[in-house]
């Protein structure tokens, strides 16, 4: 296998916060991911490294050298005070000091002083070249920086190692950043190594080191970069034991990539390429990724960042899109989501399309709020939207496509459903949307409870009548529907009494006798105009029995057979209730007595003359209760 010498920046921290970085083996080998050094002030060279390319250049003040409290060093009377305009930087940054040429003879031993913050740090150069006179080291910050060299050499450690990548990437990265960091040395020190190596290979470092910086050393924090992509380390700490005993240490680190790209054209719904359209694409971290389309409607963004590239390689990203030619105000902007997975490149078309939102409110029919309803918006092109009300029945459904749509309520446990048709209109934000509400019945159905009872009494010339009936039944009406019915038996009890004086005397030969009706009891849900739930309850007598007996008369002294006669839907007689009431659901439970007097029909049975054996007054009274224990209450509305 190839091996690779790693450019290395080692930083240890003393108990001052010293830094050393290892001077490696001489390496005449330049990645082709850094570019040529550039001019900087005081005849400094620095290049961006591989940050993007537009980075502005640190700006850089040469002052006198402060005193120092790092010992063991010496100086050569020049400093350099450094500030970074833009802090935009990844990876680090290259910066070339010339050799001062007290230092040139011994190359090797020479050191940097950092001073950030009041705190004294050493880097080791990442390399010299004796050729041109110049030392760079790799900076993530700055602040002041002092050349130096040390008064002796340390002794030298070997770490051998190797990176592999994850399978199912399309690049490799050809540049890769990792810590070494220990923290208690020894010497009671934390130690802290960057190391940079030339893609994924094998590679080989020579550390000087001295012996108080001994110890166990975690590889962490990997950061690698290849045309389109940046890459990361598995979660895991990678021990290196350096002891002094054995010369070369081993390492391996694995690398996976933490970042994707997007790429394609921005079109319209007609599939036309549009150009300068902006998009803005906003990472699950919070990161912003800009561009536009170009003349030929493509884009290309790349190097988005996933959250968790480890356990989840693939994210959902929302873009925004906001078209400069449009004529609507309201129809410039389009929100939408795009996928992408760690690694590899995402080819989808944008579309720019006119969107809306659909929002409103779900409640039943006293205005309570359903949570949970579930709402869908099918558009004309048959593509779906949907949302979940919350706990006080709203709902908002955002980037809904314009034009006619149908939108579909359902209850929480999807037996009840209505559908509306409605017009989206373009709207970026849900301030100024019209409301789209819904009533539903959601109830499980409604369970009613009826109890009736009945009696009539009559006082005619020659008989006295009496008659009762009493019931109690549920009738349940199903959730969804509007009308149900059920058929109940009554039992009617009747008694006859004659009544004795005056020269003729009527005698029923029956006295104590019951018969049955049937009737049909029927409810019926409506909503009025004021969108309150009211139930009829409708009675209908369908069966009735009758009852024929013979009356006697008796006259001088004798009794004579005068009629067969029979009572009939006699039911009637003792409800007088009406045949239709109408009840609130907010009223219930509905409870309600009934009078009223009447004179019997003269016809029911006769005697010789035409005399009625039942004319006379009569009272009627009759009771109905209906409860409903899943009716909504009025406490419970308000």
Known sequence: MKIKRAWTTAIILLSTLVCFSPLMSAQTKTNKKIKPLKPLAHGLLWNQGVNREKMQAPQVEKVPVPSLQTKGIRTYGAAYKF??????????LHIAFPIPAGALDQPENMVFVKISQGKEEILFPSRIDREKGYATVLCYS??????????ELYPTVQVKGDLTLASGCEEEPDLVYFDMSCPATEGGHKANFVVQVDGITSFQLFMPLPMDYFGIYTCHRLIGSSDNFIYTMKPE??????????????IHLHVIPSTTQFKGKVVDEKDKPLAGVKISLESNDGMFYDTRSRADGSYYIQMVGLSDPQNQPTESYEYELVNPEEDDLNCEKTIGTISGTAGRTTIQNLVVRHQGYVLGKVTDHNQVPIAGAKITVRAEN????TAVADSGGDYEIPRVRAGEAQVTAVCPDGKGAKTKSHEVKCADIPDYVKPLDFVLDCSDGY???ISQSGAMESEGKYLAHKVSTSVEFPLFLPKGQEE????VVYSVAHHLTAKKGGKLHFVPDKTEFNLEAVVRWTVRKTVNRH???EFGFEREVIDAKSQKFNVRMYENGEYIDTMDTAYENLIELALVSPKVVYVKELDMPFKKDYQRESTLPVNAGAIPGGDSIRSGKTQHRTSLVIECDSCKRKEAAD
């Open 83 to 92: 500030q970074v305009p833009d802090k935009t930087s990844r990876f680090p």
């Open 142 to 151: 700055f602040s002041t920086y002092i050349p130096a060299s040390w008064e």
């Open 237 to 250: 700490s990678k021990r290196v034991d350096i002891d002094g005993l054995s010369k070369t240490c081993r």
């Open 382 to 385: 048959n593509e779906t939207y």
């Open 447 to 449: 369970t009613f409870s």
């Open 484 to 487: 149900a019915s059920t058929e």
């Open 531 to 533: 969108g309150v739930v």
